[in-house]
């Protein structure tokens, strides 16, 4: 007797790992698909991501060679460039209303900090991204009212890591500066809403991203870059050796004064 329980209780478990292979398997070309299909609307830029590994044993999945392309207008081949991103998502909540995500940690992003005239490429996107949200939650509402609530998500951790930050401006005359991105923890996103549209939740991570792009621990060292470049004699050509010096004020005002002004440059 006891040697049959032990066989269905084999056999029991056989199938759910069966189940969970499957399932699992299948769930890297939705991850895929979904990016490459809905990013784009959600950026309004090109949003590909190259392939999808899944660790059956942890339920991890490996989002390799994502691509952030950058609005019309703007001259650099990408936005940013990411190498992988570790998705940790629980199985079990995949059948609810709210997709939960333990983990999802961006390593070693290469971003393009464009600007030309008065904006910036993550500016754009980012404003992109507010629209989006903003008619998705029009929409999700109006879909609540006939059929019920929508899938939503539920992000414990966002992590950016080891980034660096290239900045693209015409007056570098091709030439681009590199400063460390600080590093970003997001909890719970999407929490105090019950969960968050996909739009919703990714405007969010964007927003924090865009903020350290942008922050004075960025600034400072485009400040130190563009009056060294500045100061030399053939490190830019005369027109925008003219434009790094109305920027940073000189070699004399220090980099303090070289930091404000290309903050004010900046928008901030």
Same mark, same amino acid.
């Given at each position: 007797m006891k040697k049959w329980i032990l066989i269905g209780t084999g056999a029991v478990v056989v199938i759910i790992v069966a189940v +969970?292979?499957? &399932?699992l398997s299948s769930l890297g070309p939705m991850i895929k698909k979904a990016v490459n299909t809905y990013g784009p609307g959600i950026t309004k830029t090109e949003v590909k991501l190259g392939d999808v590994g899944i660790s059956i044993f942890s339920a991890e999945a490996e989002l390799k060679d994502f691509l952030l392309g950058n609005p019309r207008g703007f001259k650099?081949?990408? *936005?940013? #460039? +990411?190498g992988s991103i570790y998705v940790d998502v629980d199985e079990k909540s995949l059948t609810g209303d709210t997709i939960i995500i333990d983990r999802i940690e961006v390593v070693a992003p290469e971003i393009t900090y464009e600007r030309i005239g008065g904006t910036d490429n993550f500016r754009t996107i980012l404003n992109n991204v507010k629209k989006a949200a903003g008619a998705q939650k029009t929409s999700t509402r109006k879909q609540d009212e006939k059929k019920g609530e929508g899938k939503k998500l539920l992000i414990r951790n966002f992590i950016v890591r080891? &980034? #660096? +930050?290239?900045l693209a401006i015409p007056m570098l005359g091709g030439k681009t500066l590199s400063a460390r991105l600080p590093d970003i923890h997001l909890k719970d996103i999407g929490k105090k809403k019950g969960g968050a549209s996909p739009a919703e939740a990714f405007k969010e991570a964007f927003g924090a991203l865009y903020a $350290?792009? =942008?922050s004075p621990a960025v600034n400072d060292i485009f400040a130190k870059g563009l009056k060294q470049l500045g100061a030399g =004699? $053939? %490190? +830019? !050509?005369e027109g925008a050796k003219k434009q790094l010096? !109305?920027? =940073? &004020?000189g070699a004399k005002e220090g980099v303090k004064s *070289? %930091?404000? #002004?290309? #903050?004010k440059l900046f928008g901030k």
């Open positions: +969970v292979i499957v &399932g650099s081949p990408q *936005a940013m #460039k +990411v080891d &980034g #660096k +930050v290239n $350290k792009i =942008t =004699t $053939k %490190a +830019v !050509t010096q !109305t920027i =940073t &004020g *070289a %930091a404000d #002004k290309v #903050k």
